[in-house]
């Protein structure tokens, strides 16, 4: 179960009386569980998503899963989580087997996916405004040392830098596969599984690897002062944040609890997005406390 926050008395039997008026008004009391991927930015997410339910009245608790989207599918199957945020361009693809559906359009890559959800008996929402894509990054020096600056300058000078980041980018439509159709790069000879934060984070700035794959939401990116390779040919699509859930809670639950998930979907930004990640990764805050800060800031706090 997740931790809950601390309040006074009085507060306590406030909220207690939103718990039971809201509990009695949903039209349901499945337990929603929230799934959280292995990276900090997942944590905030679920974080926020599941606070906001808490305090609406619905029972909630957060599952880490330790692991990344094959994870978030067998947790779904197995009925260890019925919620989770998610990325509408990643879904896609690795649902789709990387057949390349997603486009730039957030509405377009999210009924994309909807279609292939349909047959897992899941249901996304609406799509934040909020979009967070693969991001690769090389130091300063390596970028002057080469002349890098995109992707294209990468598969032109940097076919044998030494690239690092989630295991997953081995098949990943906006990594590894993505760089070999768009830009004719292959860089899985010289590719080294680590993660999506700060195991990759501590390799670029050892040396250990020359280009990092990271996320463009990252705070680290700025605060080291990295280079981040532009995508010129638009290899990456729609990653915006995407609420995905179990269709028998979704019907269990109705308008209700879409709407509140669509509410704040539709509140968070890129920007704010980028500042928690910052938070998270550079001052070292509890995913916990970054999205209480983040809720009542959009006035979701209780």
């Not at 039971?20 to 974080?47: H, M, N, P, R």
């Not at 067998?74 to 990387?98: C, H, K, Q, V």
């Not at 934040?128 to 598969?155: M, R, Y």
């Not at 080294?192 to 250990?208: F, K, N, R, S, Y």
Request: proline share 4%.
């Amino acid at each position: 179960m997740r931790r809950k926050r601390r309040s006074g008395v009085i507060g306590a039997m406030l909220l207690a009386f939103a718990l039971v008026t809201a509990a009695c008004s949903s039209g349901g009391d499945t337990e929603i569980k929230v799934g959280a991927q292995d990276f900090g930015e997942s944590a905030i997410l679920a974080e926020i998503y599941a606070q906001a339910l808490e305090v609406e009245g619905y029972p909630v608790s957060i599952q880490p899963l330790g692991g990344f989207r094959d994870i978030v599918l067998a947790s779904f199957e197995s009925g260890d989580i019925n919620l989770t945020p998610e990325y509408a361009a990643s879904m896609l693809e690795f649902l789709n087997g990387f057949s390349g559906e997603a486009t730039g359009d957030a509405a377009e890559t999210t009924q994309n996916l909807q279609s292939y959800l349909d047959d897992l008996g899941l249901v996304a929402f609406e799509p934040s405004p909020a979009v967070d894509t693969n991001a690769f990054v090389i130091t300063p020096e390596t970028s002057q040392t080469l002349g890098i600056t995109t992707l294209s300058d990468l598969a032109a000078k940097g076919s044998d830098l030494r690239l690092g980041g989630p295991p997953d980018c081995e098949t990943n439509a906006f990594c590894i596969p993505g760089l070999q159709t768009a830009y004719g790069l292959d860089l899985s000879g010289s590719f080294t599984p680590l993660d999506a934060g700060a195991i990759t984070v501590q390799a670029l700035e050892a040396g250990e690897i020359d280009i990092a794959l990271l996320f463009s939401t990252s705070g680290v990116i700025a605060d080291r002062g990295w280079v981040l390779l532009e995508d010129d040919r638009n290899m990456l699509a729609a990653d915006n944040v995407v609420p995905v859930l179990t269709s028998e809670l979704s019907g269990e639950y109705g308008s209700d609890l879409e709407a509140l998930l669509n509410s704040i979907s539709a509140a968070l930004s890129t920007a704010e997005l980028t500042e928690m990640n910052r938070q998270f990764d550079v001052e070292q805050l509890d995913a916990e406390d970054i999205a209480a800060g983040w809720l009542t800031d959009n006035g979701f706090g209780g």
